[in-house]
C-alpha cells in the first residue's frame, strides 16, 4: 500500500522560508518520480516541482523557479520541499505525490498523494 505523509507547513509572513517534508513507503519510493503539487481554495491543482528517483533531475513550475527547491533522500524514504521567500499567493495545501508525465510531455499526472500540509503566508 501506498503512503505518503506530509508536514512542515504553517501560518509565516511574506518573504519568509519552510521546509516541506514527505515520508513514504519503501514501494512508494523505489524507482519513482515524487513531486509536489499546491491546491489553494477555489483553484485548479497547480504542479510545484518533481525530482526523479536519481535525485540528478528536477522540475518546477513556473510560479516557483528560482524560489524553491526540491530535494530526495532515498535512504530515508523522504522528499523535501524548500520554500524561500514566500508569497501570499503561495497560500494553498501543498501534496507530495507520486508524478508522472503523460504522453507528450504536456502534463503532469498525479498516482498516489498523501492528505497535504497547509502553508499560509501573510502579506
Known amino acids: 500500500q501506498v503512503q505518503l505523509a506530509e508536514s512542515g507547513g504553517g501560518l509565516v509572513q511574506a518573504g519568509a522560508s519552510l521546509r516541506l517534508s514527505c515520508v513514504g513507503s519503501g514501494s512508494t519510493f523505489r524507482d519513482k518520480m515524487l513531486g509536489w503539487f499546491r491546491q489553494a481554495p477555489g483553484k485548479e491543482r497547480e504542479f510545484v516541482a518533481a525530482?526523479?528517483?536519481?535525485?540528478?533531475?528536477?522540475f518546477y513550475g513556473d510560479s516557483v523557479k528560482g524560489r524553491y527547491t526540491i530535494s530526495r533522500d532515498n535512504a530515508k524514504t523522504t522528499v523535501y520541499l524548500q520554500m524561500n521567500n514566500l508569497k501570499p499567493e503561495d497560500t494553498a495545501d501543498y501534496h507530495c505525490?507520486?508524478?508522472?508525465?503523460?504522453?507528450?510531455?504536456?502534463?503532469?499526472?498525479?498516482?498516489?498523494w498523501g492528505q497535504g500540509t497547509q502553508v499560509t503566508v501573510s502579506s
Open positions: 505525490a507520486t508524478v508522472s508525465r503523460n504522453w507528450d510531455g504536456s502534463a503532469w499526472l498525479y498516482d498516489f
Open positions: 525530482i526523479t528517483w536519481s535525485g540528478h533531475n528536477q
